[in-house]
């Protein structure tokens, strides 16, 4: 797995470098993004907030129309709980738990204004899933709300991130 996921980094960077080299078409375009998560239902038991560290690559159809690309990788944690056991034994545990997210899928912009819809695989809650989101994208600058959706782990997200190139 380490493996898979150091290639998919040297991917990213590649296309980051790449992204620069092609400033007259900008079809590709990557860039990174910082991520605050707000766990939902069954998650929000156990874990009260996450942080996440995300490269991002978008393939532009067009000037409305693209595919995105995500790698990110997410630190959830809740409160610290103490517990003491039938022999009397006192017990804590802080809940923690990194989740990696592989997810693709389409992005629309109409103007400065977007909405995606992406689906992808989420390690450490284990499933499969699909995130919906809306954004907006002042020059190189990107603000995002977005709402995992589908599976048995749900959350709502804000991001901002920077496009390196395009």
């Known amino acids: 797995m380490k493996k898979i996921i150091l290639v998919l980094f040297v991917l990213l960077s590649l296309s980051v470098s790449n992204s620069f080299s092609q400033e007259k078409e900008k079809k590709w375009v990557s ?11 069954d998650l929000a038991k156990e874990y009260n907030y996450g942080l996440g560290v995300y490269g991002n690559i978008d393939y532009n159809f067009n000037e409305h ?8 990788w997410n630190d959830l944690e809740g409160d610290e709980k103490t517990i003491a056991d039938t022999s009397g034994y006192i017990h804590t545990h802080k809940p923690k738990m990194s989740v990696w997210e592989f ?4 992005k ?10 992406r689906g992808g695989y989420f390690t450490g809650i284990h499933e499969w899933g699909l995130i919906s989101a809306v954004g907006l994208r002042l020059g190189k600058f990107d603000i995002k709300g977005s709402y995992k959706l589908l599976g048995d782990s749900n959350w709502v997200s804000g ?3 920077y496009y390196w190139g395009g």
Do not use: H
């Not at 990174?32 to 998560?37: A, K, R, Y």
């Not at 129309?65 to 990110?72: E, M, P, V």
């Open 31 to 41: 860039g990174n993004s910082f991520n605050v998560i707000i766990p939902q239902g």
């Open 65 to 72: 129309l693209a595919w995105r690309f995500d790698l990110g």
């Open 103 to 106: 997810t693709t899928g389409i």
């Open 108 to 117: 629309a912009s109409f103007s400065v204004f977007y909405i995606e819809a």
């Open 159 to 161: 991001s901002i991130g």
